[in-house]
C-alpha cells in the first residue's frame, strides 16, 4: 500500500485481473473466475487504471475510523487480486486416534466415513469457487477468493466438532493447520 495523501491509496494490479464498480457493486475479474462483492460506493471512490487501483475517502480522512476504512479495502482488493491472479489454498489435517476415519470428495461434497465409528457419514458443502484434495492426512482446499476458501475450511472443520465425548480424550477430527493464504507465485 502506497498512500500518497491521507485519503488515498493505491494497489497494483497484476496482469489478466480486471476491476469495475456498478453502483454499489465490486466486481473482480481473470480467466480463474468471477468474485462479485457490495462496494461502500458512498464513503470510498475506486478509479480503475491500467495496472492500478486507486482508493479514495470520500469522508474526512483525519478519523481513525476512515483509515482504518480505507485500509482494510485496500487489503481487500490486494486478497481479491491475488487470488484471481495466483489462487488460494488452506490446508487441514485428518486426525484419527481411535477409529480410521476415511475421507472423500465428491461433486461439490467432502464426505467423512467411520468417524468416531459412527454408521452413517458425515458430509459438508463446499462454498462456490472452491475444491479440495485430500493428499494423505491432509485436505487441501483451492479456490480464488480468500472468503470462501476460508468458509469451505471451517465448514470441513465444524462438520467433525466432537459433542458428548471429552475433547481431551477423543481428539479425532479434522483440524485447520494452515489458514486460507495466497499461493506463492510461480
Known sequence: MSTELPGRAEVAVPAGVRF?????????ESPRGKVVRPF????????VAPGTLTLELGVPAHRKSSRALLGTWVAHLQNLAGGLSRGVEARLKVVAAHFPMKVSVKDD???IENFLGEKYPRSTRLSPGTTAKVDGEFVIVEGFDVE???????????TTRIRDY?????????????????????
Do not use: C, M, N, W
Request: hydrophobic share 45%.
Open 109 to 111: 461434497l467432502l464426505v
Open 20 to 28: 469495475s464498480v456498478d453502483g454499489r457493486t465490486l466486481i473482480a
Open 166 to 186: 471429552d475433547p481431551r480424550v477423543f481428539q479425532d477430527g479434522i483440524y485447520l493447520v494452515e489458514r486460507a493464504h495466497l499461493k506463492e507465485a510461480s
Open 148 to 158: 470462501q476458501v476460508g468458509q469451505s475450511a471451517a465448514a470441513i472443520e465444524r
Open 40 to 47: 461502500p460506493a458512498d464513503v470510498l471512490r475506486l478509479t
